[in-house]
């Protein structure tokens, strides 16, 4: 990706070299003989180069004015042969990286480079912090396509006040989607009241969804059902395909008017809620073999969300699952182990089967030490291009002689034949824990 880079250097010739040489690698470079001259530029960029002695406004001014109006902008230091305290003191300051005159001007791009992956990563962290706040706020966490209409679709229909058919696979996050209907509509304020149609003996269910009243059966007390205890609110019906058939009639008739009778009373009791239906089956298809009431089903979907499985989400997977594994360091007082470039490619390529559900758990065992990628607990597949395959075989390489060499990095990069530098660099760049 090209980088917007200023150079600042009083020196002409060297400041047009050091331009030549960003041009060549790839990046735009803008030369400036002055810190004044290059804080007036109308271009923001993506990166500093400035030398630390110039007339003037010197490179430790510049690096305070850059970082005071952008504080992600790195900033590299180019410092002459006895500068070392002030260059330490400007790294101190918050200066990317310095380098000592002369220099190689390979090091120096890969200097450069491991500035605008830093840059990169401050601007990713910062993107997942506001996502985790929009999570927090009944949002949904992904950048993926499927999630971005699935947003669309909620933003949609939130304001309205139809019932609601939500649909998805086992673990694809249906009820967050409910709740963020919910948290969206002019109900927010309103009761979330959740209630799993499975999970009830079909002798319980008339009680526990219309209520009861005193003297209804002996022992029986005044009793709100879940209809009621939602009403100015939303009523969550969780496997809605499990409710029994005989019940099926009478919620029909209590939505169609918007009233309750309870069990063991002949009066009507007024609703005002919004229903959200979930199924992890076709309920449209049951209500072709009879399983499910049609005209109780059109009454519900008033309109249907269909929940994509995690495995059609991207990288929206390895954003998730930094979401979880983050969580579960947190609560087991962990450090958060770093997810290098072969994980990656494992959780990408798994199948996912229990979808969300499944790679939480697969997060807090990452976690804990008992899902590791050496240990083959998650599926390989292999990389797709000929790219994907020479770094999954560097990456594996690196770890491998670095464990024989129990983490020496000097002597890993002998036994590799690179330069330790270098070795630093792949070692970052892949993710790799020493």
């Avoid at 470039?341 to 790679?359: C, D, F, T």
Wanted: hydrophobic share 45%; proline share 5%.
């Amino acid at each position: 990706m090209t980088a917007l880079i200023h150079v600042v250097e009083d020196d002409g010739d060297h400041r047009h070299a050091l331009c030549d040489l960003i041009g060549a690698a790839g990046h735009e470079a803008e030369g400036f003989a002055s810190g004044s001259a290059a804080l007036s530029a109308e271009r923001r960029p993506d990166l500093v180069l400035t030398d630390l002695r110039m007339p003037g406004m010197d490179g430790q001014a510049v690096l305070e004015a850059v970082r005071q109006r952008d504080p992600d902008c790195p900033v590299v230091m180019i410092s002459g042969h006895g500068d070392l305290a002030q260059a330490v003191q400007a790294m101190r300051a918050g200066a990317e990286d310095f380098l000592e005159k002369p220099y190689d001007g390979m090091h120096l791009l890969t200097v450069i480079e491991r500035g605008l992956r830093s840059r990169a990563t401050r601007a990713e962290i910062g993107r997942l912090q506001d996502q985790m706040a929009r999570r927090d706020e009944g949002g949904l966490l992904g950048q993926s396509a499927a999630i971005t209409a699935l947003q669309a679709r909620i933003a949609a229909l939130a304001p309205s006040d139809l019932d609601i058919v939500v649909t998805g696979e086992t673990g694809t996050g249906k009820e967050l989607v409910a709740r963020a209907l919910h948290a969206a509509s002019a109900r927010a304020a309103g009761p979330f009241v959740a209630m799993n149609c499975a999970a009830l003996p079909e002798s319980l269910f008339e009680i526990e969804i219309f209520g009861h009243v005193a003297g209804a059966f002996p022992g029986a007390q005044d009793k709100a059902g879940k209809l009621e205890a939602a009403s100015g609110g939303t009523l969550l019906l969780d496997e809605i395909e499990a409710m029994p058939a005989a019940i099926q009639p009478k919620l029909l008739r209590a939505l169609q008017e918007r009233a309750v009778e309870r069990l063991g009373e002949n009066r009507l009791r007024q609703l005002d809620l919004r229903v959200i239906a979930i199924s992890k089956t076709d309920l449209r298809g049951l209500t072709l073999d009879g399983s499910f009431r049609p005209d109780l089903f059109y009454r519900l979907a008033g309109a249907e969300i269909a929940v994509e499985p995690l495995r059609a989400l991207g990288d929206d997977i390895l954003l998730l699952f930094s979401h979880y594994a983050g969580l579960a360091a947190a609560r087991y007082g962990r450090e958060l182990p770093p997810v290098d470039y072969a994980l990656k490619q494992r959780l990408l390529h798994r199948p996912w089967p229990g979808n969300v559900r499944e790679l939480k758990a697969v997060a807090e065992r990452f976690v804990l030490g008992l899902d590791l990628p050496e240990e083959g607990a998650l599926p390989v597949s292999e990389p797709e291009t000929l790219a994907d395959r020479v770094a999954a075989f560097e990456a594996r390489e690196i770890r491998l002689t670095l464990e024989r060499c129990r983490g020496n990095t000097e002597r890993a990069a002998r036994a590799l034949g690179m330069a330790r530098r270098t070795l630093n660099d792949k070692i970052s760049r892949y993710g790799i824990r020493v």
